[in-house]
T-cell receptor, first 119, second 114 residues
Framework: AQKVTQAQTEISVVEKEDVTLDCVYE???????LFWYKQPPSGELVFLIR??????QNEISGRYSWNFQKSTSSFNFTITASQVVDSAVYFC????????????????FGQGTILTVHP | ETGVTQSPTHLIKTRGQQVTLRCSSQ?????VSWYQQALGQGPQFIFQ???????GRGNFPPRFSGLQFPNYSSELNVNALELDDSALYLC?????????????FGPGTRLTVT
């Protein structure tokens, strides 16, 4: 069975601080996808990044960066120089892939981390 | 290109009643997934429909059922509502058949069961 654990329930920082959100996953699949989503108070899930299990290259997108380490089953998310607009609930998620390497898209989510950035 | 829409936005029902939630997929998408998100929790997969057939189901009882229509809009039906069914219900649409396909989430329907 797949499982995603986000150990940090809530994080509070002051604007311009860097913050890292941790994510640890469990799966028996050799091919899988990892995701981060942002959920603002409006409730809609906003896609941030997708990573497949064969690509351990870290990624940077503006102030966001992701560190994928297969050896420790972790996919951590760092926001550099946080801003008040970053305040939201962040979810890490895992999706299995079928034998063809594609996925029908069932997502297993972690519990979420509530990030509050104070001015 | 229109996004994923859901209706209604909010709904209050009484225990034992039945409810139907609706989702309109993004234009051109042929797959829809439904998720239940209880307060303070991550979304949990209910089921997925692909070309009008159920294509995978999570750990939810049969009183949770769905439909997908030829225009790829979808319904989630819940019978015999229980208090624990109170949650945000999210649908996500995608276009299957071209390798990985992105899921686009709607804003959700918040269901309160009293």
């Amino acid at each position: 069975a797949q499982k995603v654990t986000q150990a940090q329930t809530e994080i509070s920082v002051v604007e311009k601080e860097d913050v890292t959100l941790d994510c640890v996953y469990e799966t028996r699949d050799t091919t899988y996808y990892l995701f981060w989503y942002k959920q603002p108070p409006s409730g809609e899930l906003v896609f941030l990044i997708r990573r497949n299990s064969f690509d351990e290259q870290n990624e940077i997108s503006g102030r966001y960066s992701w560190n994928f380490q297969k050896s420790t089953s972790s996919f951590n998310f760092t926001i550099t120089a946080s801003q008040v607009v970053d305040s939201a609930v962040y979810f890490c998620a895992l999706s299995e892939a079928n034998a063809g390497g594609t996925s029908y898209g069932k997502l297993t989510f972690g519990q979420g981390t509530i990030l509050t950035v104070h001015p | 290109e229109t996004g994923v829409t859901q209706s209604p936005t909010h709904l209050i029902k009484t225990r034992g009643q039945q409810v139907t939630l609706r989702c309109s997929s993004q234009s051109g998408h042929n797959t829809v997934s439904w998720y239940q998100q209880a307060l303070g929790q991550g979304p949990q997969f209910i089921f997925q429909y692909y070309r009008e057939e159920e294509n995978g189901r999570g750990n939810f009882p049969p009183r949770f059922s769905g439909l997908q229509f030829p225009n790829y809009s979808s319904e989630l039906n819940v019978n015999a509502l229980e208090l624990d069914d109170s949650a945000l219900y999210l649908c996500a649409s995608s276009l299957a058949g071209q390798g990985w396909y992105e899921q686009y989430f709607g804003p959700g329907t918040r269901l309160t069961v009293t």
